[in-house]
């Protein structure tokens, strides 16, 4: 059975760092893009970071740029985000999901295949 599954999440303070990470089973994770999606409480759900099929290209919302970082392992078929400095506002479900095209994206609905999400909490 194909599926995505995230790990990683968690209850830290503000400042803290957390790295969460999302493993592809049953299939390849290398042909589109690939994204980390949050929902935060009381709010849609939004793009926080997504990487290209070859982990050249990376895109992150406004809130996250410098503090959070996309990646991908090829040998472990496992994209990351490495979360830094968090803030209360970070906290959310956050969600890996895969989309069916071949570059970076922003749009939730360009996001086909989701895991089932990872909670983390940013206590102030």
């Known amino acids: 059975q194909e599926e995505l599954v995230e790990s990683g999440g968690g209850l830290v303070r503000t400042g803290e760092s957390l790295r969460l990470s999302c493993a592809a089973s049953g299939r390849t994770f290398r042909h589109y893009a690939v994204g980390w999606l949050r929902q935060a409480p009381g709010k849609e759900r939004e793009v926080v970071a997504s990487?290209?099929?070859?982990?050249?290209?990376?895109s992150y919302a406004d809130s996250v740029k410098g503090r959070f970082t996309i990646s991908r392992d090829f040998a472990r078929n496992t994209v990351s985000l490495q979360m830094d400095n968090l803030k209360p506002e970070d906290t959310g479900v956050y969600y890996c999901?895969?989309?069916?095209?071949?570059?970076?994206?922003?749009?939730?609905?360009?996001?086909?295949?989701w895991g089932r999400g990872t909670q983390v909490t940013v206590s102030s």
């Open positions: 999901a895969e989309t069916r095209i071949a570059v970076v994206s922003r749009r939730v609905a360009d996001f086909v295949s």
């Open positions: 990487v290209s099929p070859g982990g050249a290209s990376t």
